[in-house]
């Protein structure tokens, strides 16, 4: 089993270690370097989705004979100028490519389509600021124009005691091979901060998320209805793009035969509401990752649970909280609202404070991916250092990957530089 996840987060900028790991695969590492590097751009608003698919066309079809890419345009009354730009752009877009891979121009189409008709794409609302105020949109703005499902969570770190049985289920209920783990749990020491600190990660299923723009075969992409970000085990090729383009260190590659074979898992858990096969784990030579347990929420493990994951259930801290961030009476976004009204505004000690203080954050915020996991507790500076936490992952039958690192004294670090 391999990881990209020595550190707290992960960044294209940890050049090295990124190639070694695409040098492992038979497709182009160079472009897989690039597009990792510009997708971050793309989410961070710095190029645009236009401009990014442009760049990279004729070398994704010489590579892979397809690019299939999810490419999330923008509004064409919300893109610079009147709109007419935008429209200019697309249609040079179309005009670049080859009428011989139908399927990359049927894509393409098809979502430019539906955005000249003035449907969003993706959009399913913006983050929320580190100070944990409004920020027009993410858990603390839940339902504000936006209509049908979007599943996400808060996680509230001061509640978590470091116990490890979200992983284990997680691992349980997705027949996850030994090293690889969808939920991953950091213990940690930081400055500043109490002795021992905890920071479960899962994906982070950003609404702009680097890992679809850059799978060439769009096996990686959102499902639609409701936000989740996965990927098509039937269509993954492996290349590996998607793993070092995601700031957060949280696909695993599945290299060889998964610990549990086909015939021990229920299919009802494999194939979502689509038909595709994205749920439970991956079968060799496929990337995996946190689904937010998509076949829960699409009722395969019976009504009860749509609405819940598995890591949430097992957890006996109340620090894991799914739900639909549309709702305003989902589970993270009522623990959001009690967490806030449970903190005193202490205008005595603070006389000029407008505003309740309370600190919650999304991970790594300023790059732009819009995660859809908020944290409640104080976020990790960029001194952090991952340390043994109270039980061990051997204690809990967990292979570690992290443990050589922790070892050589490897540090979380914020924005991916590594120690
Ligand atoms: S956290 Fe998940 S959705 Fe976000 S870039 Fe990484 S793999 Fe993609
Ligand atoms: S989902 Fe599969 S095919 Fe797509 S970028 Fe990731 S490894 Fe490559
Ligand atoms: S189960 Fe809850 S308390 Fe235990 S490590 Fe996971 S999040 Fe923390």
């Known amino acids: 089993m391999s990881t990209d996840d020595d ?59 397809i690019d299939d890419r999810e490419i999330d ?23 670049d490519v080859d009428p011989e ?29 580190a100070a944990g105020q409004d920020g027009g949109g993410g858990a603390d703005a839940p339902g504000d124009d936006e209509e049908g499902t979007r599943w996400g969570m808060t996680i509230n770190l001061n509640n978590c005691d470091g116990c490890l049985a979200c992983m284990v289920a997680c691992d349980q209920e997705h027949n996850l091979s030994r090293g690889a783990h969808w939920m991953y749990v950091f213990a940690y020491e930081d400055e500043g901060q109490a002795d021992e600190n905890f920071l479960p990660r899962t994906c982070q299923h950003c609404t702009d ?77 496929v990337m995996g990752k946190c689904t937010f347990c998509v076949d829960r929420q699409d009722g395969a493990m019976g009504e009860d649970l749509v609405g819940t994951t598995a890591c949430e259930e097992a957890c006996a801290m109340d620090a894991i909280h799914f739900g639909d961030l549309n709702d305003p009476e989902s589970a993270p976004n009522r623990h959001l609202r009690e967490y806030r009204e449970a903190q005193p505004n202490d205008t005595s000690e603070f006389p000029d404070r407008k505003e309740h203080t309370v600190s919650t954050f999304e991970l790594l915020a300023e790059r732009g991916t819009e995660p859809n996991v908020t944290f409640v507790g104080n976020e990790p500076s960029p001194h952090a250092e991952q340390v043994e936490g ?25 924005g991916g530089e590594s120690a």
């Open 209 to 285: 998320s680097p890992c679809t723009k850059v799978c060439p075969v769009g096996a990686r992409h959102t499902r639609t209805e409701d936000g989740l970000v996965l990927t098509d085990y039937d269509i993954c090729i492996g290349c590996r793009y998607c793993e070092v383009s995601c700031p957060y260190g949280v696909n695993y590659f599945q290299w060889g035969e998964p610990d549990v074979p086909e015939s021990e898992i229920d299919e009802d858990t494999q194939y979502d509401d689509r038909g595709r096969w994205v749920g439970n784990r991956p079968p060799e030579g």
């Open 390 to 414: 109270p039980v061990t992952y051997e204690e809990m039958g967990l292979v570690d990957d992290r443990k050589e690192v922790l070892d050589d004294g490897a540090t979380a670090t914020q």
């Open 7 to 65: 550190s707290l987060y992960t960044s294209p900028d940890d050049e090295e270690r990124h190639r070694r790991l695409l040098d492992e695969t038979e497709y182009d590492t160079e472009l897989g370097l690039e597009m990792a590097r510009d997708a971050q751009r793309v989410s961070a608003g710095e190029l645009s989705e236009v401009e990014f698919y442009r760049r990279y066309h004729e070398r994704i079809v010489e590579e892979f004979d």
């Open 73 to 95: 345009l923008p509004d064409p009354d919300e893109a610079e100028g009147s709109g007419e730009g935008f429209l200019d752009d697309l249609g040079s877009v179309l005009a």
């Open 101 to 129: 891979t139908d399927e990359s121009r049927r894509s393409v189409m098809q979502k430019g389509a539906a955005v000249a008709g003035g449907l969003a794409v993706g959009g399913w609302g913006t983050v929320q600021n």
